[in-house]
Nanobody, 119 residues
Framework: QVHVVESGGGLVQPGGSLRLSCAAS????????MGWYRQAPGKQRELVAS???????NYADSVKGRFTISRDNAKNTMYLQMNSLKPEDTAVYYC?????????????WGQGTQVTVSS
């Protein structure tokens, strides 16, 4: 069984910063890719950023230059440093992990963490 848990969300003023963390635990052989997604009220879930086990990254155009994704493979943990936050970044942020376990490769999702950018 694999668990994925996000932390670090909260309320921040426009222009502020937050750092999200995502930890995967359980019977994991390895994690191929991890990603952050977000879903604002009334909108579809969208990819924010992703990172492979080799460190290759991908960002949504809306967050390039402001957000930085990173991971610690030894700890099965991923981070999202969010700077220069805007009200339109307000959403529930979800962690996704593509995990290799004994019987195959599966996608796992966390429960989400709320990020609210407001003055």
């Amino acid at each position: 069984q694999v668990h994925v848990v996000e932390s670090g969300g909260g309320l921040v003023q426009p222009g502020g910063s937050l750092r999200l963390s995502c930890a995967a635990s359980g019977s994991i052989f390895s994690i191929y890719a991890m990603g952050w997604y977000r879903q604002a009220p009334g909108k579809q879930r969208e990819l924010v950023a992703s990172i492979t086990s080799g460190g290759s990254t991908n960002y949504a155009d809306s967050v390039k230059g402001r957000f930085t994704i990173s991971r610690d493979n030894a700890k099965n943990t991923m981070y999202l440093q969010m700077n220069s936050l805007k009200p339109e970044d307000t959403a529930v942020y979800y962690c996704n992990a593509t995990v290799i376990i004994a019987d195959g490769v599966y996608d796992y999702w966390g429960q989400g963490t709320q990020v609210t950018v407001s003055s």
